[in-house]
């Protein structure tokens, strides 16, 4: 019998390495909540990096674009790489159980917000830190300016969900509270606030609206899938209640669609005048009803499926052990590979060339797994973030923090 080749002791490892994982995984871990987790978090980087592009201009700096200019007919696409939905009723569920066990250890309320506010607030520093290290240091390199706002851009657009999600975990113990009294009918008052602010902006007298009106959405929007994991949490959220949410956000999905004429793309389109999710239009909460309903009726199965491919386990285990770090930098991923083909005086097909021919598609699906490796090499580096930041003095915190600071400043300027 031969020796194996390189593939077989690959395969080999790779089940040994599963099989571990699977042996370590405690008993009552909710695999199908972590499943879930993974799946939402994964949709963020391949949504921004399919229906996102950069285009070079003659002087070689790089501005942003979309693909859905011009293919519109991709929008749908938008309905299943817009997880949020998943990933804040995934959030609201494991804060109501991560509370409830703070709780039976008789650690105080504040004491577990503390908590979670770090381990979410870390990696955000850490991003932002680095960022205003490079633009000096890439902009002495001869990169224009022009690039450098364009990156500031991507890189903070993601960030925005962390300062929302912060304040919907803020609220956890009020979400528990209302779960407990009301059940799902909680999320009803949530619904009816976005629809109205939504008829007075785009209502027949939506011209003398002032244009913050929209900002009333933030939070509203995004704690009606929050407060669904909430209610999911506590048990007051089952199958019936789910086919509920499923039905009834799939029909008013329709209904927005077809005869109000809600803008298709869940994401920005330069050029409109409407968007769905800065802030969330209605059609957003529809669309994450139909996503969190059908996440509770396919919980069982879910966590069928990964208890019996161990493969796939460790791979949903691998995403949650750097969410956040994948969440944070798979943008920095994307303009480590534009920015030096940014320099170059020949078009890059799917990186610098302009998304509107067939020919950026192809291209920017072959790019995919190159940006995706690129991600792992940044994120080995970047992932100290996430951990606890033991061993490092408060005057290198605090220097850090200063940075984070300032590169907050400058993106918020930019934007």
Known sequence: MGRPTAVERLRGTVRATAHDVDTRTPAHRDRAVDGLRALALLSVPVG?????????????ALHNASPLTTFGFLAPASWFLQML???????????????RRAAGRGRSTG???????VRLGRPVVGVAAVWAVLLPVLYAAGVPSTTLRTAAVLVVQPLWF??????????????????RAFGGWTVLPLLGWVAAVDLLRYGPWAHSMPSWLGLLNLGPGWLFAYQLGVCW????LGGRGARLVLCGGGALFAVLLLVFHYPASMVGVPGTDRTNSHPPSLLVLALAAVQCGAAILLRNRLDALLRRRLTLWAAVVAVNLSAMTIFCWHQTALLTLAIPGSLLDIPLPGLTTPPDTAGWLLARLALLPLIAITLLGVGRLAHRFEVPWTGIRGSSRAAVAV???VFASYALAVL
């Not at 939905?85 to 509370?99: E, P, R």
């Not at 929302?164 to 528990?176: E, K, N």
């Open 233 to 236: 949490g506590e048990g007051r």
């Open 85 to 99: 939905g998943i990933f804040f009723l995934v959030g609201g569920y494991s804060s109501a159980l991560s509370l």
């Open 162 to 179: 962390v300062g929302i999600y912060l304040l919907v975990t803020a609220l956890t113990p009020w979400c528990v509270r209302a779960a």
């Open 48 to 60: 921004h990096w399919l229906l996102g592009g950069l285009t070079r201009d003659p002087g070689g």
């Open 111 to 117: 004491a577990w917000l503390r908590g979670r506010l």
């Open 403 to 405: 940075l984070a600071a």
